[in-house]
Nanobody
Framework: QVRLVESGGGLVQAGGSLRLSCAAS????????MSWFRQAPGKEREFVAA???????HYADFVKGRFTISRDNAKNTVYLQMNTLKPEDTAVYYC???????????????WGQGTQVTVSS
């Protein structure tokens, strides 16, 4: 059974940094895109970044230059390093897996439970 478990969320001041982790298990992810989405209260879930196990990355425009997605294939873990955080980055961040690259939640087969990120002003 595929399982994705996020960790690393928390409360941080504006301008600060956090690193999220997503540990994947129960499947073969070598050909999968692993992505991060986020959902703020009252808003739709939105794409943040994606990485294929080959290392190819894709980012939403609003995080380019601030967030970096990376992976450790040996640990089946994907990371999201978030720098220069803004209050508008406050959301629940979700890890997701898909065999194809997509920016829409319905492209993804597997989801984690989410981790809360709160950025105070």
């Amino acid at each position: 059974q595929v399982r994705l478990v996020e960790s690393g969320g928390g409360l941080v001041q504006a301008g600060g940094s956090l690193r999220l982790s997503c540990a994947a298990s129960g499947g073969t992810f070598s050909s999968y895109y692993m992505s991060w989405f986020r959902q703020a209260p009252g808003k739709e879930r939105e794409f943040v970044a994606a990485i294929r196990w080959s290392g190819t990355t894709h980012y939403a425009d609003f995080v380019k230059g601030r967030f970096t997605i990376s992976r450790d294939n040996a640990k089946n873990t994907v990371y999201l390093q978030m720098n220069t955080l803004k209050p508008e980055d406050t959301a629940v961040y979700y890890c997701a897996a898909s065999p194809v690259l997509g920016i829409w939640p319905n492209n993804y087969d597997y989801w984690g439970q989410g981790t809360q990120v709160t950025v105070s002003s």
